[in-house]
């Protein structure tokens, strides 16, 4: 079995993975507040942990690996979203709003990650499906003496938790300085966090022990983190904007609510995205969305090999060069495979090299050097690139689509015209490969030649595309 080495951010260490069940290898990682479209940045983790995902299939098998990633739908830049809507005039209910804007974001969250070819996870749990569970884990705080209330809050007692701020080493002192930390009367302790908050009427709420409320934004992932992996599992994961405080906040929970369960063991947090070397912000003018990429023509598969050329504990830097770059060698994979037909999944068997790649800490710079020095041998070639997310069956209907497409002018659809002549052609070279006579078919590619036709044999048949200089005039004299 080929051994995985991940560089485990609460040791700073490169390990050896080891998974506690093998049979069942667990992995959670903090996904998207669903209030609007994901940006490029939030698209890094989801292609950084598709492509652990599909290592650890291939070396656990996919039947025993258990992919958790949530969806946060309870905030309050949601609520501002619904709220916006209702007093734009839009009709129903704040809650029903609300819903309906979590629902919708959502929707939109699994097309475009569809488009980077990221597997979507084993359960996709919404917080809002998690509120006993989370109550229970609250009360569980309070009664062991990490929890208090106070004027229908609930806190955290920082001061509770000996090992706080080990995941980031470093000392609560510097923590404070380091954030900003909101002073309440209601507090202890600066540092102690909110695990429930009251709910204004008008503000989504449920009852619970403590008054009407709603959670706090990191007792959700220990939750759900609780409920579909256990008190203890392999792997979390999230970009390193969350290390502090909300997976510090994660890890105090979660092992504060059990006598033994040491939550995840590795931790593993990608590096920021930048844009041609600058922080993407709205003041800026370099914030963009993956949709709004998808929208201007770019493949979802040329994002995603434009993320997998830097490794994941760099900061990655987006690039109209790298960009470039990327579509060009992605279209130069196409034209090589296009007519390939890929192997079964089930019987194909990913190079070993690959794997090693990617089982190094996840270097997928190599990974993409090993795929590109396959252009000589184009089968290999479409299968291990599909192996890492590319070539999918979506991108290569697409691309099939793009080639035979008419060109506007000559109507919609497959033409019914070429579509006979590719019949006919076909027809003429089956005849000709008895006789050896090959004058009638060399005649016929030379006029679909010009008339700016391409021809395409292979032993499937005969296609024809039309290219640029298309002029379907000329194929009047064919039919
Ligand atoms: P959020 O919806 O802001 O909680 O973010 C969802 C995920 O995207 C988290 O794992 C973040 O760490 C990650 N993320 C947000 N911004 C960036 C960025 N600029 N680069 C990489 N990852 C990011
Ligand atoms: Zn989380």
Known sequence: MVEIRLTNSKTRKKEVFEPIDPKNVRMYVCGPTVYDRA????????????????LLQSVFGSEHVTYVRNFTDVDDKINATALARKEAGAEGSLEDLIHERTEETIGWYHADMDALG????????????????????????????????????????????????????????DMIAGARVEVAPYKRDPMDFVLWKPSSDDLPGWDSPWGRGRPGWHIECSS??????????????????????????EIAQSCCAHDHGGFARVWLHNEMLQVEGKKMSKSLGNFFTVRDLLDQGVPGEVIRFVFLGTHYR??????????AEAEATLRHWMDLTWE?????????????????????????????????????????LLDNARFVGFLSDEARAKDRAERTAIPSGFGSGP??????????????????????????????????AEAGVEVRMSKAGVELLPGAGFDPAKLEGLL
């Open 314 to 323: 760099k900061p990655m830097d987006w690039t109209e060069k790298k960009r």
């Open 39 to 54: 940006h490029l940045g939030n698209a890094r983790p989801v292609v950084v942990f598709d492509v652990l995902n599909r």
């Open 224 to 249: 759900m983190a609780d409920d579909l992996l256990g008190e203890e599992f392999d792997i979390h994961g999230g970009g390193i904007d969350l290390q502090f405080p909300h997976h510090e906040n």
């Open 118 to 173: 990221a597997l979507r996870p084993n359960h996709e749990p919404r917080a809002t499906g998690y509120i006993p569970q989370m109550i229970a884990m609250i009360e569980g705080l309070i009664a062991r003496g990490h929890a208090y209330a106070a004027e229908g809050h609930v806190l955290f007692s920082v001061g509770s938790y000996a090992d706080y701020g080990a995941l980031s080493g470093r000392s609560v002192e």
């Open 415 to 448: 033409s019914p015209e070429l579509m006979k002549l590719a019949a006919e052609l076909d027809l003429i070279r089956n005849e000709a490969k008895a006789t050896k006579d090959f004058s009638r078919v060399d005649a016929l590619k030379a006029a679909l």
């Open 340 to 380: 390939l037909e890929p192997t079964d999944p089930g019987e194909f068997v990913p190079q070993l090299d690959l794997v090693e790649a990617l089982a190094n800490d996840m270097n997928t710079h190599l990974a993409l050097t090993i795929l590109r020095a396959l252009h000589h041998e184009p089968q290999r």
